[in-house]
Nanobody, 124 residues
């Protein structure tokens, strides 16, 4: 089974940028869609972005469009989330996940394997 490990989170100022990484180990992720989600305390996981197995198709949450960009490097077995113009409301835990299918989708139920998450804190 694949193991996913997020990194790149931290504490930043409003307007700053961060790039989250999700490194996979155990086997290649190149045939699976990957997604990024986030969860605020006491709330359900929220879809942010997804990318198809080959990177050809991406989906982003409407409210994140233009600020958050998902990408992947299958040679490195890694998925990224570039986050720009961060806002205090982006302060939550971010998770990456591997989809059960090759094509990207926004349904959290279609993601079978999850990382432990990385905290992002944005101060005003």
């Amino acid at each position: 089974q694949v193991q996913l490990r997020e990194s790149g989170g931290g504490s930043v100022q409003a307007g700053d940028s961060l790039r989250l990484s999700c490194a996979a180990s155990g086997r290649p992720i190149s045939t699976y869609a990957m997604g990024w989600f986030r969860r605020a305390p006491g709330k359900e996981r929220e879809f942010l972005a997804a990318i198809s197995y080959n990177g050809a198709i991406t989906y982003h949450l409407d409210s994140a469009q233009g600020r958050f960009t998902i990408s992947r490097d299958n040679a490195k077995n890694t998925v990224y989330l570039q986050m720009n113009s961060l806002k205090p409301k982006d302060t939550v835990v971010y998770f990456c996940a591997e989809g059960s299918f090759s094509w990207a989708n926004m349904n959290v139920k279609d993601y079978a394997c999850w990382g432990q998450g990385t905290q992002v804190t944005v101060s005003s």
